[in-house]
């Protein structure tokens, strides 16, 4: 069960709040940020931020006041005060801005990819286009299920998250059509050469770890695909991901507030 701590919307030409409207399915852009820690700290927050107003001038959702407002939105909404575990989304559409700040859940182990056949519209976008996604993920145990998204045989993203396949020590991701998320942008500041292939379902047996990498998945590895007998070989590339991630993590500095 999803439990928020807040959920709000605002008119982006004044700021004023109205009643929440999730803006699923709209022409739109989101961003979803950790936020953890007292007082606060969310990781790769300037990347998110940069990405996000990036994306809405590609959706041709222009305003030069825009990341003024979303500052001022998130100061009026985050503490100091408060001991953070969760996840803040941030959507915009060409009239409203809605937030909000849900409990984040830490992968299990013991975790099973489905195979959908689903590919997102736009989606080297963070686009609001994620009603069937969401459909799908509404119906799972999000610590130990997500969806992989397929199309023509192949793999493209999870519902929530980053794909990295491992055989031995090489590493390989999609070659296209998904989101390269920031989780994911810092892991290839981590790992010297991220193999771009088409993963095909035909060949996944020949993979040794299955790796999730998100804001909200964090690092997790996955142990089953059921429905072809996929199993985890091993946790040998997850472990120094893992540590990579936990660094970063230690290093980041609190939030500015404004």
Known sequence: MVIYLLKKSYQLKDLQEIDFKDLWGDHGIFTTMWIFGKPPKILFFENHIKNLIKSLNKYGIKNKLIKKNILEIINKNLSKNYNYNHLFR??????????????????????????????????????LKYKKILSHLSKMDNTKSDIALVFK?????????????????????????????????????KIKNIIKKDILVDELKKYDEIILIGSGKGVTSVKTIKQIGWKRKNLMQYKIFSKYYLSEIKKCKLYKFK
Request: hydrophobic share 35%.
């Open 90 to 127: 941030i959507a915009l559409n060409k009239k409203l801005i809605s937030i909000s700040l849900r409990k984040k859940i830490s992968s299990k182990l013991d975790f099973n990819l489905k195979l959908v056949n689903l590919k997102r519209e736009r989606p080297q976008y963070k686009n």
């Open 153 to 189: 045989n192949k793999i493209l993203e999870t519902g929530t998250s980053n794909l990295l396949f491992i055989k031995g020590k090489k590493v390989f991701i999609p070659k296209k059509d998904y989101y390269e998320g920031n989780t994911y942008k810092f892991f290839k500041t």
